[in-house]
């Protein structure tokens, strides 16, 4: 089976998926930590792989920006290839100055201006939550690997470059957001209708308030605590 936007067949894709945003950092997880990898997508250049690590099956795959994208991507793989898990691991802007480079964050909450789950379901709604039993887990496998993380709500933002450049105060204030991505509100809320389990691991790449930043590159390459974490996951 395919659809408009995969063109896997059903049993190429594992029940837990890694999904980056970028679909080059899906390529370097498959290149690096996996074996008898298989690619399963190349439509659009939004690559997916499945293989074993530690023997375990897992599949990873990209999911572009934007919650529309990744509300495309991740409901096809929930209601169409049976997958049960999908892991965001993706890059946050800090909100506040305690938050370093490369700190991990395990997402609690996903706050959002979007319209998104009233869109796609009539839900009116400003935040949705990943699922317990895959934190629960997420915080296991962490601890195991000795790998510091900070839990912590974050902002799921529509837009990446505001008018008013400072609006993030106010939401940081309002909202208690520790940080801004683009798509775990929709992720969250996809799991939520399909009764599928989705979580999300941050890596901080810049800093909003300090004005530190990481690089494309090292956001490509260098984000591998929160991979070591969540490839865990495979089963």
Known sequence: MSTPHIEAKLEQIAKTVLMPGDPLRAKFIADTYLENVVKFNNVRNMFGYTGTYKGKRISVMGSGMGMPSIGIYSFELYK?????????????????????????????????????????????????????????????????????????????????????????????????????????????????????????????????VTHEETTADERQNAFTKMMDIALGMAE
């Not at 990446?160 to 509100?185: G, P």
């Open 80 to 208: 169409f290839y049976n997958v049960e898990n999908i892991i965001r691991i993706g890059s946050c802007g800090a909100y506040t100055p305690d938050l370093n480079l490369y700190d991990v964050l395990l997402v609690e909450s996903s706050w959002s201006e979007s319209s998104y789950a009233k869109a796609q379901a009539g839900h009116d709604i400003d935040t949705t939550y990943p699922s317990k039993e895959l934190n629960d887990k997420l915080e296991v496998i962490a601890k195991d690997l000795n790998i510091p993380y900070i839990k912590a709500k974050i902002h799921s933002g529509d837009v990446f470059y505001r008018q008013d450049m400072n609006e993030f105060k106010r939401i940081r204030d309002e909202h208690q957001c520790l940080a801004v991505e683009m798509e775990s509100f929709a992720l969250f809320h996809n799991a939520t209708m399909l009764n599928k389990n989705a979580a999300c691991l941050l890596t901080v790449s810049d800093n909003i």
